[in-house]
């Protein structure tokens, strides 16, 4: 689903775990035909009620071709991480999950990153929520970014909300929803893990070459001899 402000003409793909959460709110400010119903506290559900966040359909963009379109995207390990720091660690998502809960799938509710990551696929087949936002970027953005007449990354929201209120006329805060407070970068994960995670995410790094630099550097492939030659 397209989220779309009718009054300015803008369409606008969100990327669950790429600022999407800061990006509605701000939209709802600008977004006659949206309100947050009377006597409601806005949180975050609240902005995802409002715009709900859904893949990519080429015949549902096609729609918008002369409206301005823009996206968000971010550092792909960045996102990965934050799925278990947000959704594991701060929400606690996986205690919900009726899987293991009926003891269908043998998982831990609590997994340390290691064995979460070490085991993303199993999660992902476990749990809804954790396999909506660790999908690829590409399935909710296209496959094409060219079509996009503005893309933001994650670090440039403020920039996002200064060419908002310019293109709108409106007044836009930005404030940053639904952040993380637990904190995890790649040092605090296992050799083995980062392993898995390079493997995991080098299509995503090739589909935001233009805006990340893969940290992992090319993969290596170890040939008959021991030695280890790049792969183009």
């Known amino acids: 689903m397209v989220i779309a402000v009718k009054a300015h003409r803008i369409a606008y793909m969100a990327l669950p775990k790429a600022g999407c959460s800061t990006v509605k709110a701000a939209l709802a400010q600008v977004d006659p035909d949206t309100a947050v119903p009377e006597g409601e506290a806005a949180d975050v559900m609240t902005w995802h009620r ?80 954790i396999k909506h936002h660790a999908l690829p970027a590409w399935l909710f953005l296209g496959p094409d970014l ?25 007044r836009v805060t930005i404030a940053r929803e639904n952040r993380s407070e637990t904190r995890l970068g790649p040092d605090d994960l296992a050799p083995e893990t980062r392993s898995v995670l390079r493997d995991h995410l ?24 021991g030695t280890a030659r790049r792969v183009s």
């Not at 660690?89 to 269908?104: D, P």
């Not at 995503?204 to 990340?212: R, S």
Request: glycine share 6%; charged share 30%; proline share 6%.
């Open 50 to 129: 409002l715009y709900p966040t859904m893949r990519f359909r080429p015949h549902r963009w096609k729609a918008y071709d002369d409206w301005w379109r823009f996206c968000v995207v971010r550092d792909p390990l960045k996102r990965l991480l934050s799925v278990y720091t947000n959704r594991v660690v701060g929400m606690r998502e996986l205690h919900n999950c009726r899987k293991i809960l009926r003891g269908r799938v043998d998982l831990p509710m609590d997994p340390d990153p290691d064995f979460f990551f070490q085991n993303l696929r199993a999660y992902v087949e476990a749990a809804s929520v």
């Open 202 to 225: 080098e299509e995503e790094y090739g589909y935001l070459a233009e805006f990340y630099e893969n940290p992992f550097g090319p993969r290596l492939h170890r040939a008959c001899t």
């Open 146 to 170: 060219g079509r996009y007449d503005r893309i933001y990354r994650t670090s440039e929201l403020a920039l996002f909300g200064e060419e908002l209120a310019e293109r709108t006329g409106c």
